[in-house]
């Protein structure tokens, strides 16, 4: 999707109304319309891309900042700092976003299930050597 046509990309450029938070250079932050709790928010680089590894390191710095202030804002105990990457993934907009999730009780926030599986130590020492090497 072009950014043109990406329902962000719109937000940024206040084609589209939002409840903006917070606006810089880089980053911007409004309140999600389909909330999964009582302050659920967005936080995204303005510069558009669909998934983390298309942004560049230097319009990802602010968002993390950005998302902790929102939660200390609202003096949050409880909560998730969500970012999907691809259909299979739960990503619904092609555009790099930050949930950040009050998880107030059981009911409200993020639900998640955790399917956690035994490891191999011998694999997942040779998985920690190919990934080393990558990096």
Not at 43 to 57: A, E, R
Not at 120 to 127: P, Q, R, S, T
């Amino acid at each position: 999707m072009s950014s043109a046509a990406c329902i962000f990309c719109k937000i940024i450029k206040g084609e589209i109304p939002s409840m903006k938070i917070f606006e810089s250079e880089k980053t911007f932050a409004f309140l999600d319309i389909g909330p999964l709790s009582r302050g659920h928010s967005l936080v995204i680089p303005k510069f558009h891309g669909v998934k983390l590894h298309d942004v560049p390191d230097d319009q990802l710095s602010e968002v993390l900042m950005v998302a902790k202030k929102i939660a200390v804002a609202q003096g949050l105990v409880d909560y998730n700092i969500l970012q999907n990457n691809g259909r299979a993934a739960h990503q619904m907009v092609d555009h790099v976003h930050f949930h950040v999730i009050p998880k107030p009780n059981a009911e409200e926030g993020l639900g998640i299930e955790w399917p956690q599986q035994k490891a191999d130590m011998g694999e997942l020492g040779k998985l920690l050597e190919e990934i080393k090497s990558k990096m």
